[in-house]
């Protein structure tokens, strides 16, 4: 017999890093978020993963974006 889970998701967490190289330096950009879900109904909990892991792959990506422009020569 299978069992299925009867339990109810109430907070959904992420995390999102990158390492860059630049010349012989590494960086490191890490950004977590965690979200409580209201118990109404019209949740969609695979929704509101999908937009959490957005907002925090985002964050990541435009702070890699202002260190690589950082280190970028700059045009004469």
């Known amino acids: 017999m299978e069992y299925t ?11 999102s890093r990158v390492a860059i190289k630049v010349r012989d330096n590494f ?5 977590a978020e965690k979200r409580a879900i209201p118990d109404v ?3 969609d909990i695979e929704a509101e993963r999908v937009a959490l892991f ?8 435009a702070q890699a974006d202002d260190i690589l422009r950082t280190f970028q020569p700059s045009k004469k």
Do not use: L
């Open 5 to 15: 889970s009867k339990a109810i998701v109430t907070e959904i967490s992420a995390t």
């Open 27 to 31: 960086y490191t950009v890490e950004y």
């Open 41 to 43: 109904e019209g949740i």
């Open 54 to 61: 957005d907002a925090v792959n985002g964050i990541v990506d």
